[in-house]
């Protein structure tokens, strides 16, 4: 069977859930495939971000098409026409216009964030992610939706759907990052490396934008800091800037023991981690929630927004709260903190929680979706 790839995300510089999920597919498929006919036929644009490398099987075909014009609808779309593949798998939401009959196609729906909440997009990409979204969602063979709170939003903006036409296949974790043991002094460089002079600190991961709601996280942080047994606490907001930025990097400006540390390199995810009394994750709506999957598997409990897909993923493993409320995050945080048999317990049920998901099975069961 030809299966056709669109890995033109993995050209982009911003790293992201997305590109880590597609990433991780690559890495896999080769290995799930255990039939030696497939082939795959993995297309891009320009060059691959050397971040997000992946291994080339022998059934791997890697095919650059340079063009700098709707890519994914001009030579991409000429190219699926031209050769017509068995399936096509679009990781992302969007769909060729373009192609033959001939042709399954499955796409990857990763969230719907901007139906919800339009106003923490721009216009510009609102109008694209709704276009693509809703002809994908329309014209798709199949859809693979990460988690079943993606599922359940598919069928609530789109009432004409099959349920049957969803499949949901999680996310996995990095196993030679995450869930292996990591040093006091490798926490310390990493410390070090990232300008973090916090002997306890509470860590976010993903990308800065509004969705993420932040704020809310540094007013509940702040809070907890009135208490004078915490004034040497410390908050680390970890990731590269998204978009609709600026009012959280000023909020970060002006607040005291709050860390902006940037883009974390990937092998120094589990260090920050393991160094951080627990991961919160205040975010107005997930369609995954990688970073948390991430927390889990390095045994650093989590804090996490009861919504969307966090409080399916998380599931009884982690302390959840309501993220339109500061108090409430606060006193999540703060029992946290005065607990070390509360961090150990759901550091220990984080793990468990965190063997029920692998990328593996994920590019075994991604597989299965574009061959049934």
């Known amino acids: 069977m030809r299966i056709a790839i669109n890995a033109a995300d993995l050209d982009h510089r911003r790293i992201d859930g997305t590109r880590i999920y597609i990433q991780n597919i690559l890495k ?22 050397p971040e997000l490398a992946f291994p080339v099987f022998d059934s791997y075909s890697i ?17 699926m026409w031209r050769t017509k593949p068995d399936v096509l798998w679009m ?24 139906k919800f909440f339009p106003k923490y997009f721009p216009r510009r990409d609102l109008r694209r992610l709704n276009f693509f979204t809703d002809y994908a969602a329309r014209n798709a063979d199949r859809l693979i939706a990460v988690s079943e709170s993606t599922k359940s939003d598919l069928l609530k903006i789109y009432p004409f759907m099959r349920e049957e036409k969803i499949k949901v296949i999680y996310h996995g974790y990095d196993k030679d990052l995450f869930n292996t043991p990591i040093s006091p002094g490798k926490i310390q460089k990493n410390k070090i490396k990232y300008q973090i002079p916090y002997s306890k600190y509470f ?9 993420k709601n932040i704020g809310t996280l540094i007013d509940a942080f702040s809070m907890v800091r009135k208490d004078k047994r915490y004034q040497d606490l410390g908050l680390v907001i970890a990731g590269e800037l998204g978009w609709m930025y600026d009012d959280v990097m000023k909020k970060i400006g002006k607040s005291e023991n709050v860390t902006a540390a940037g883009k974390i390199d990937p092998e120094d995810k589990a260090a920050l981690l393991a160094g951080s009394v627990a991961l919160v994750s205040p975010s107005f709506y997930e369609g995954f929630g990688l970073p948390a999957l991430e927390a889990m598997a390095s045994g650093t409990p989590v804090v996490a927004a009861d919504n969307s897909s966090l409080a399916e993923i998380v599931g009884g493993a982690g302390m959840l709260f309501d993220p339109y409320s500061k108090e409430n995050l606060a006193e999540a945080l703060m029992k946290i903190l005065e607990s070390d048999k509360l961090r150990d317990d759901l550091g220990q049920k984080g793990l468990e929680r965190a063997k029920d998901f692998s990328w593996e099975k994920c590019a075994k069961e991604t597989l299965e979706c574009l061959k049934g």
Request: glycine share 2%.
């Open 28 to 49: 896999n498929f080769g290995s799930a495939s255990r039939d030696r006919r497939d082939h795959f036929l993995i297309y891009h644009e320009n060059e691959f971000n």
């Open 203 to 211: 860590v976010f991961l993903g990308a800065i934008q509004p969705r």
């Open 91 to 114: 990781p992302m939401h969007s769909l060729p216009c373009l192609r033959s009959k001939k042709t399954k196609t499955v796409v990857t729906v990763h969230d719907l964030a901007f």
């Open 63 to 79: 095919k650059k098409l340079p063009f700098p014009y709707f890519w994914t609808q001009t030579r991409f779309a000429f190219e």
